[in-house]
């Protein structure tokens, strides 16, 4: 599998450089993007992403033109997610969990993090992008690093193949092994929109279309199962799996 590399010293976001002008990229073959540092780091939304330059894995990995159905989009991102925690464990370096939908947790912190943006025609994506950061020999005070003295550029080389192959190739256990890796799963505190405080709720895992299951217990001892998209309500802690 050839996959296209482009290399910066810094740059202000490996993700906005590969989603400025889609049609600059290579429609046949993938191409990713990696930097030492960034200057505007994008997270989900409106968050940020920080981190130690040269030491942290900055990527982001654009497709060829494809034709995906809409509706497999979330199967590949939680196959792609699966993938990469798979291939960072097999270095050695210890269990990778998952905070929905996009966080990758290392010993209770975040040690990195998911970003994705999709090109549509129709109820078809026709170009991908996903990044990738990863704390690779240091962190921000608060989050987590891998703890490796392996040059960043090492591990993008290490992950790409099988970030690309789950993409391609989701398999079909992705959901189910998603959610056992959710470091929320079971018993925890979540808020929805409209209340001040949080509640207790139990995580179900996710879904097929990649929402996340909340058993909650109302006043009177029944219990309700939810269904959330991102945004609709956010886990604020509790018991890890």
Known sequence: MYINTLHF???DSTHSH??????????????????????????????????????ALLCTLVSPQVMWPGE???????????????????????????????????????????????????????RYAGSLGLNIEAAPPGFAALGSFEAPQVWRDRLLPPWVDALMHPDESAIQSFSQRLVHRGIGLWRVPGEEEPREAKCLGVDAQGRIGLQWT?????????????GETHWVGGLEK
């Open 72 to 126: 497999s989009l979330m199967h590949r991102h939680m196959a792609m997610a699966v993938a990469l925690c798979e291939a960072i464990e097999a270095t050695g370096v210890g269990s990778i969990g998952l905070k929905w939908p996009n966080d990758l947790y290392l010993a209770g912190r975040k040690v990195g993090g998911i970003l994705t943006e999709a090109q549509w025609t129709g109820s078809h994506c026709t």
């Open 9 to 11: 010293k810094e740059i």
């Open 18 to 55: 590969a989603t400025a002008d889609w049609d600059g990229w290579n429609v046949a073959e993938w191409t990713a993007i990696s930097a030492d540092t960034q200057h505007l780091g994008r997270g989900q939304r409106t968050k940020t992403w920080q981190d130690v330059p040269g030491k």
């Open 218 to 230: 109302r006043v009177d001892g029944q219990t309700v199962v939810r269904w959330y998209v991102h």
